[in-house]
């Protein structure tokens, strides 16, 4: 894994090369859908004022869910967002609770609880139309976060910020060079979330993730599914590589990030690259 310093939030300017290895260790097994304790105050996920670590993860999706439990085992006060009651609900079993949030329309009072928790995880992927949902209203975001307990933020992005690269080697010199909306939408999501952080004075990083695999979410568990192919799939048939991250090598990448936090930094991240035939 390489790590990338970004001195500028202009994408003209190059990365500045500076190679920090991470350790990852063997991979545990994560029990995901192990309950825990509802009734427990001090893993319902509220703030707690006496606990130095607090995670709010906006988008308690795959890799937020999976991060959500790990930080749970490790005593971690730890809340977010989902986008369904039944999602909700189902979280609630576990003993984290959750607040109901729309991309569309998000309901901003949410900030009031945001800014207690000491760190932040964006996991929302922006829209096509009108980009990051939060960063639509900046301004209120940044008075509210600049009043709370806020001192890490992680904005979870994508390796398509790079754009096709033809099947050549994507490393620290490659500049990013969009080619869909999606792609474009995150790369502006990224320098926004890097502006605000600086803004705030917290530590703040991006991590740019390849293809996202783990239980339950595979090539070979879409096929069982006979699920239709999304665009981005559709679109590696025709590539010669492709880069893969598994969901708990994300976790570990978090977990080191929470331990060491550094402002600026963007974290290209993959466990292996796949040569198609």
Same mark, same amino acid.
């Given at each position: 894994?390489?790590?990338?310093?970004?001195? %500028?939030?202009? #994408? +003209?300017?190059?990365?500045?090369? !500076?190679?920090?290895?991470? @350790?990852?260790?063997?991979?545990?097994?994560?029990?995901?859908?192990?309950?825990?304790?509802? !009734?427990?105050?001090?893993?319902?996920?509220?703030?707690?004022?006496?606990?130095?670590?607090?995670?709010?993860?906006?988008?308690?999706?795959?890799?937020? *869910?999976?991060?959500?439990?790990?930080?749970?085992?490790?005593?971690?006060?730890? &809340?977010?967002?989902?986008?369904?009651?039944?999602?909700?609900? +189902?979280? +609630?079993?576990?003993?984290?609770?959750?607040?109901?949030? &729309?991309?569309?329309?998000?309901?901003?009072?949410?900030?009031?609880?945001?800014?207690?928790?000491?760190?932040?995880?964006?996991?929302? #992927?922006?829209?096509?139309?009108?980009?990051?949902?939060?960063?639509?209203?900046? +301004?209120?975001?940044?008075?509210?976060?600049s009043s709370g307990n806020l001192r890490w933020?992680?904005?979870? %992005? %994508? !390796? %398509?910020?790079? *754009?096709?690269?033809? *099947?050549?080697?994507?490393?620290?010199?490659?500049?990013?060079?969009? @080619?869909?909306?999606?792609?474009?939408?995150?790369?502006?999501?990224?320098?926004?979330?890097?502006?605000?952080?600086?803004?705030?004075?917290?530590? !703040?990083?991006?991590?740019?993730? *390849?293809?996202?695999?783990?239980?339950?979410?595979?090539?070979?568990?879409?096929?069982?599914?006979?699920?239709?192919? &999304?665009?981005?799939?559709?679109?590696?048939?025709?590539?010669?590589?492709?880069?893969?991250?598994?969901?708990?090598?994300?976790?570990?990448?978090?977990?080191?990030?929470?331990?060491?936090?550094? &402002?600026?930094?963007?974290?290209?991240?993959?466990?292996?690259?796949?040569?198609?035939?």
């Amino acid at each position: 894994m390489a790590v990338f310093q970004l001195p %500028s939030l202009s #994408p +003209e300017i190059p990365f500045r090369f !500076t190679p920090t290895p991470l @350790k990852f260790s063997n991979r545990r097994r994560i029990n995901f859908f192990r309950p825990l304790s509802a !009734t427990d105050d001090s893993r319902s996920g509220a703030p707690d004022p006496e606990s130095p670590n607090q995670m709010f993860i906006l988008g308690m999706g795959f890799v937020g *869910g999976f991060f959500a439990q790990q930080l749970k085992e490790s005593d971690w006060v730890v &809340s977010g967002t989902c986008r369904s009651d039944s999602k909700k609900k +189902e979280w +609630e079993k576990r003993g984290i609770n959750l607040h109901p949030f &729309s991309a569309d329309s998000p309901e901003w009072s949410l900030l009031d609880s945001v800014k207690d928790y000491t760190h932040l995880l964006i996991s929302i #992927p922006p829209l096509a139309d009108i980009g990051d949902p939060m960063l639509r209203n900046v +301004e209120l975001v940044r008075d509210k976060l600049s009043s709370g307990n806020l001192r890490w933020l992680c904005y979870l %992005s %994508s !390796t %398509s910020v790079y *754009g096709d690269c033809g *099947g050549a080697w994507v490393n620290e010199n490659h500049l990013p060079n969009p @080619k869909t909306q999606s792609a474009k939408v995150r790369l502006a999501a990224e320098q926004g979330w890097l502006s605000l952080g600086r803004d705030l004075g917290v530590s !703040t990083q991006i991590l740019r993730l *390849g293809g996202i695999y783990g239980p339950g979410r595979s090539a070979i568990d879409t096929l069982l599914k006979q699920e239709r192919l &999304s665009e981005g799939q559709k679109r590696r048939a025709s590539r010669k590589f492709t880069s893969r991250v598994h969901v708990e090598d994300i976790c570990q990448v978090l977990k080191a990030a929470t331990e060491k936090p550094a &402002s600026g930094f963007v974290y290209p991240s993959s466990s292996m690259i796949i040569l198609l035939r």
